[in-house]
């Protein structure tokens, strides 16, 4: 049977547009000769769809388009359609299923519901879908398809030894029920280190059952959520046939019973996955939200240079505009170095200084503060920058890009309604530490961001002679504990007890506890670890946790 991989990439909500992806990709797979194409889950109204699956006459929409994929599949007498898409339950409960389409010269041959619905971490299937009760394969042609949707894959005891997180196995149900081949149709979003993770997982399956293994995955951004792609098709020893490309569109067709030479796999290497993935999502976002330009502050710092870096490759030069505002405790060597990024890049920039306007602020405020200079001051500055970047955005419809890190984040080192002004945090899931990897990175070929920019010490520049480490802890040592406290969820004593200062760990756990409620107002943040600041993670902002003591 010859087998198309349908990597596409489709935007949340747009029946219309997803609908003319699909016709392309089937097309494509006719003129390959063809016997089935496989899409992602969710095809038809890309994921995730969230609370738009709440409003009836949408999930109406959804069933005229599914109709239009029977229609077209009349067109092409010898092409199966696999094809994910949301189904009406005929059940108690929720009222649909998150389910696998199987279509055939003008009708439904069947379908398939999936069994596992995630509720961690960005996931949140129970609220909207009803579970498959049991899932039986499909006679279709010369096999019979074990169908199975993304979490369904998910359960294999080899990766959760202690405890499988769910009671049903449904890969191994398909397989003792006589599946000869298992097809998952898959919307996984990207983390590094996610790839790998996946092939192994996909590659187990087929060596414990003997069975070859078609994994199809969405590609693209969808709000904060980035998904890489990197299908695949593996034989009954676990061995690669076919492996589509990452961070982009792939349709590929490949003949499963026909004896091929099996592919060495090779996963791309963390620090280029995370800048494809940045630069994917970044992309998608500001297309999909409908602007083709953004503008961002550069102060000369590694931040906003890496930024901008990220949003010319995304964008190209002619979209990205950068404006310096330097006031009277910005460096000369700053703005020297914020005007050769520009010229490196090729993006116009300009410079707006906010001397005046602060010291009008100042005035203003005299009569009613001490005279004391302290976080105020530092934070009106910020401020008057967001203020200028808004101002651009309204005038001309711009997306303003803010620049800060996850660490900085995760301690609260940001100013609301100042430099956390934006529509999409670009860096906001990216430790300081990664920053500098990406940044090198960038320079890999030429030197965009100047070199300079990656030795000097990080400072916000809001007083005279600052630096970060004044106020945070330096970030080597501030990384891996955020590291341990928000992905790994360890306690403060646990994270004591690999070696860190107590007093430094108490510090750090309950400075990022306190600044929750300054997450809570940021812009959306691209999610490129394990566990992001976002609809991932879900803390009350008023909260009086007691951590066990070390």
Same mark, same amino acid.
């Given at each position: 049977?010859?087998?198309?991989?349908?990597?596409?990439?489709?935007?949340?909500?747009? *029946?219309?547009?997803?609908?003319?992806?699909?016709?392309?990709?089937?097309?494509?797979?006719?003129?390959?000769?063809?016997?089935?194409?496989?899409?992602?889950?969710?095809?038809?109204? +890309?994921?995730?769809?969230?609370?738009? *699956?709440?409003?009836?006459?949408?999930?109406?929409?959804?069933?005229?388009?599914?109709?239009?994929?029977?229609?077209?599949?009349?067109?092409?007498?010898?092409?199966?359609?696999?094809? +994910?898409?949301?189904?009406?339950?005929? &059940?108690?409960?929720?009222?649909?299923?998150?389910?696998?389409?199987?279509?055939?010269?003008?009708?439904?041959?069947?379908?398939?519901?999936?069994?596992?619905?995630?509720?961690?971490?960005?996931?949140?299937?129970?609220?909207?879908?009803?579970?498959?009760?049991?899932?039986? /394969?499909?006679?279709?042609?010369?096999?019979? *398809?074990?169908?199975?949707?993304?979490?369904?894959?998910?359960? $294999?005891?080899?990766?959760?030894?202690?405890?499988? /997180?769910?009671?049903?196995?449904?890969?191994?149900?398909?397989?003792?029920?006589?599946?000869?081949?298992?097809?998952?149709?898959?919307?996984?979003?990207?983390?590094?280190? &996610?790839?790998?993770?996946?092939?192994?997982?996909?590659?187990?399956?087929?060596?414990?059952?003997?069975?070859?293994?078609?994994?199809?995955?969405?590609?693209?951004?969808?709000?904060?959520?980035?998904?890489? +792609?990197?299908?695949?098709?593996?034989?009954?020893?676990?061995?690669? *046939?076919?492996?589509?490309?990452?961070?982009?569109?792939?349709?590929?067709?490949?003949?499963?019973?026909?004896?091929?030479?099996?592919?060495?796999?090779?996963?791309?290497?963390?620090?280029?996955?995370?800048?494809?993935?940045?630069?994917?999502?970044?992309?998608?976002?500001?297309?999909?939200?409908?602007?083709?330009?953004?503008?961002?502050?550069? %102060?000369?710092?590694? $931040? %906003?240079?890496?930024?901008?870096?990220?949003?010319?490759?995304?964008?190209?030069?002619?979209?990205?505009?950068?404006?310096?505002?330097?006031?009277?405790?910005?460096?000369?060597?700053?703005?020297? $170095?914020?005007?050769?990024?520009?010229?490196?890049?090729?993006?116009?920039?300009?410079?707006?200084?906010?001397?005046?306007?602060?010291?009008?602020?100042?005035?203003?405020?005299?009569?009613?503060?001490?005279?004391?200079?302290?976080?105020?001051?530092?934070?009106?500055?910020?401020?008057?920058?967001?203020?200028?970047?808004?101002?651009?955005?309204?005038?001309?419809?711009?997306?303003?890009?803010?620049?800060?890190?996850?660490?900085?984040?995760?301690?609260?080192?940001?100013?609301?309604?100042?430099?956390?002004?934006? +529509?999409?945090?670009?860096?906001?899931?990216?430790?300081?530490?990664?920053?500098?990897?990406?940044?090198?990175?960038?320079?890999?070929?030429?030197?965009?961001?100047?070199?300079?920019?990656?030795?000097?010490?990080?400072?916000?520049?809001?007083?005279?002679?600052?630096?970060?480490? $004044?106020?945070?802890?330096?970030?080597?040592?501030?990384?891996?504990?955020?590291?341990?406290?928000?992905?790994?969820?360890?306690?403060?004593?646990?994270?004591?007890?690999?070696?860190?200062?107590?007093?430094?760990?108490?510090?750090?756990?309950?400075?990022?506890?306190?600044?929750?409620? &300054?997450?809570?107002?940021?812009?959306?943040?691209?999610?490129?670890?394990?566990?992001?600041?976002?609809?991932?993670?879900?803390?009350?902002?008023?909260?009086?946790? &007691?951590?066990?003591?070390?």
């Amino acid at each position: 049977m010859r087998v198309t991989i349908a990597q596409i990439n489709p935007t949340v909500g747009d *029946l219309e547009g997803n609908f003319r992806i699909i016709e392309k990709a089937v097309a494509r797979a006719g003129l390959d000769s063809s016997d089935l194409v496989v899409f992602p889950e969710l095809t038809t109204i +890309g994921y995730p769809p969230q609370d738009l *699956l709440e409003r009836p006459w949408f999930v109406e929409q959804t069933q005229r388009y599914l109709e239009k994929v029977v229609a077209l599949s009349e067109r092409y007498d010898g092409l199966g359609i696999l094809i +994910g898409t949301p189904t009406f339950s005929a &059940k108690a409960g929720k009222s649909l299923h998150n389910s696998a389409v199987l279509i055939y010269r003008g009708a439904v041959l069947a379908e398939r519901h999936k069994s596992l619905l995630p509720s961690y971490d960005v996931f949140d299937e129970t609220r909207y879908f009803e579970p498959a009760v049991h899932n039986l /394969p499909v006679n279709f042609k010369d096999q019979r *398809l074990g169908i199975n949707i993304c979490e369904d894959a998910w359960n $294999d005891p080899a990766f959760w030894p202690a405890q499988l /997180p769910y009671r049903s196995d449904p890969i191994r149900l398909l397989a003792d029920a006589g599946a000869t081949v298992f097809i998952n149709l898959s919307a996984s979003p990207f983390h590094a280190g &996610k790839e790998e993770l996946r092939y192994r997982l996909i590659s187990n399956h087929a060596q414990r059952h003997k069975i070859p293994f078609i994994y199809v995955n969405q590609v693209g951004g969808n709000d904060e959520l980035i998904f890489d +792609g990197h299908s695949l098709i593996v034989d009954g020893q676990g061995e690669m *046939l076919a492996f589509a490309a990452g961070f982009r569109e792939d349709i590929q067709t490949f003949n499963l019973n026909a004896p091929g030479r099996t592919l060495l796999y090779s996963p791309e290497d963390e620090i280029s996955s995370i800048y494809n993935a940045l630069v994917l999502g970044l992309r998608d976002y500001v297309h999909k939200s409908g602007f083709s330009k953004t503008i961002l502050g550069l %102060s000369g710092g590694i $931040d %906003s240079s890496l930024t901008a870096c990220l949003a010319v490759a995304a964008l190209g030069r002619d979209n990205v505009l950068g404006v310096a505002m330097p006031s009277q405790f910005s460096s000369a060597a700053s703005l020297e $170095d914020a005007e050769a990024l520009a010229r490196n890049l090729g993006i116009n920039l300009h410079t707006i200084p906010i001397t005046g306007v602060f010291q009008a602020y100042l005035d203003t405020l005299s009569p009613y503060f001490s005279g004391s200079y302290d976080t105020t001051e530092e934070n009106i500055q910020a401020r008057i920058r967001g203020n200028y970047l808004m101002a651009f955005s309204n005038k001309f419809a711009y997306l303003v890009l803010s620049t800060g890190n996850k660490s900085e984040i995760a301690m609260g080192y940001c100013t609301l309604y100042g430099d956390m002004s934006g +529509g999409l945090s670009v860096l906001a899931d990216v430790p300081k530490t990664m920053v500098y990897e990406l940044s090198r990175f960038c320079n890999r070929d030429a030197e965009l961001i100047p070199a300079r920019v990656l030795v000097k010490a990080p400072s916000a520049e809001l007083r005279f002679n600052q630096t970060d480490q $004044d106020t945070l802890p330096p970030y080597d040592i501030l990384d891996q504990i955020l590291y341990l406290y928000i992905e790994q969820c360890e306690s403060a004593a646990g994270i004591i007890a690999r070696g860190f200062d107590a007093e430094t760990v108490r510090h750090i756990i309950t400075v990022v506890d306190r600044n929750e409620y &300054k997450r809570r107002q940021a812009a959306p943040g691209l999610k490129i670890t394990s566990k992001a600041f976002g609809t991932g993670r879900r803390m009350p902002i008023v909260q009086s946790i &007691k951590h066990p003591p070390s």
